[in-house]
């Protein structure tokens, strides 16, 4: 029943408020849909997690390709994100 005049409303979708729906995370979304623009910098990273695989003295790594390839994702995802954004 409602609080102010005692007559019960069927719960549905116009009621709800927005703090009631889930929200979708577009960046993720973005992201997805981000990736075959940055395949080159994507093989280039598995490139180099194949040569330092065998490296037993642990000083070998892929830090600066991995970041190259999300360098590209992000990019790519930025203008549509932030259209997005309200």
């Not at 830090?63 to 930025?78: K, L, S």
């Amino acid at each position: 029943m409602g609080a102010k005049d005692g007559f019960a409303y069927p719960l549905s979708a116009s009621v709800l408020k927005m703090g009631d729906v889930e929200p979708v995370d577009q960046k993720k979304y973005l992201e997805d849909s981000s990736k075959p623009k940055c395949v080159r910098p994507l093989i280039e990273y598995q490139a180099c997690v194949k040569r330092v695989e065998g490296d037993e003295t642990r000083e070998k790594h892929c830090t600066g390709q991995y970041f190259d390839y999300w360098h590209c994702i992000d990019r790519a995802v930025a203008p549509k994100l932030f259209d997005k954004l309200k």
